[in-house]
């Protein structure tokens, strides 16, 4: 396990496994309505609570099983709040569709709206994070959130500004008006920037992990590298025609039949 190739393929597994997992639960969640949602949600509070705590007894260990352990407990933390989201209970103030013609600044303030609660926690845990990992010698478990956290931001703020191809069949009953804040077009200045900062991150991990002085390091370095590349990957995928949704669709169940949404156009 101290090797970086076998870490590599961890957080490869972890990536995979945890997303699809997430889907699974929401999409069975959406079948039986906004009350399995809610207690979905509350039921994964131990994995929550298990996240934050791995997060702070990792901070200061220099161990190989603390690395691994490190980046798992970000992962549930992370895992967590992306349930909420998807299950819609931790979201935004804002639930209507976006009209068409709204202006730029209009469009912006909306789609902020509907994900204010949602971001707002996510900096809160980075924050608590932080501040545990004050002094702390590796701290791989905060890295992992915070290349998560900025991966997100990064691709969210580049379905605002618009990408060639979004998944929309994976969002689920509640969430179904935030296609109608997406834009799909050629590839942008916001592409562009995304991919050459996250780029650049990797670069900082390969130099990190080939300065390695301890397995440790070599690990940590390794799964913060591997879930940086990942994060690329995905952004590469909003723009390149590849079949990357049949990675999880084969896994979820069938969705329920919905009613027809409401009217984009509605406010």
Avoid at 46 to 69: D, E, I, K, R, S
Avoid at 216 to 240: K, N, P, R, Y
Wanted: glycine content about 6%; hydrophobic content about 55%; some cysteine.
């Amino acid at each position: 396990m101290a090797s970086p190739w076998i870490a590599a393929l961890v957080a490869l597994f972890a990536w995979w496994f945890s997303t699809g997992a997430i889907l699974v639960v929401v999409r069975h969640a959406d079948r039986l309505g906004p009350a399995a949602h809610r207690l979905t949600v509350a039921l994964g509070l131990p994995l929550l609570a298990a996240g934050l705590w791995g997060l702070f007894v990792t901070q200061h260990q220099t161990t190989v099983p603390a690395a691994y352990a490190g980046f798992a407990a970000a992962l549930a933390v992370w895992g967590w709040i992306e349930m909420a989201f998807l299950s819609g209970v931790i979201t935004g103030p804002n639930r209507r569709f976006c009209p068409p013609a709204a202006p730029e600044w209009e469009r912006f303030l909306r789609a902020w709206g509907t994900i204010a609660y949602h971001e707002m926690l996510l900096i809160a845990c980075a924050i608590a994070a932080g501040l545990a990992a004050v002094e702390a010698e590796h701290g791989f478990g905060l890295w992992t959130f915070i290349v998560l956290f900025f991966a997100r931001v990064s691709a969210k703020l580049n379905l605002f500004f618009g990408v060639r191809k979004i998944h929309t069949e994976f969002l689920p009953r509640p969430l179904s008006h935030l296609p109608s804040h997406f834009r799909i077009r050629q590839m942008t200045w916001a592409f562009a920037v995304s991919v050459t900062l996250i780029t650049l991150a990797l670069g900082c991990w390969l130099e990190r992990l080939a300065a390695a002085r301890s397995p440790a390091e070599q690990v940590g370095f390794a799964l913060l590298a591997a879930i940086t590349a990942l994060a690329l990957l995905e952004h590469w995928l909003m723009v390149l025609p590849l079949p990357d949704e049949r990675l999880w669709r084969w896994m979820l169940p069938k969705p329920a039949d919905r009613r027809p949404p409401a009217t984009p156009g509605a406010s």
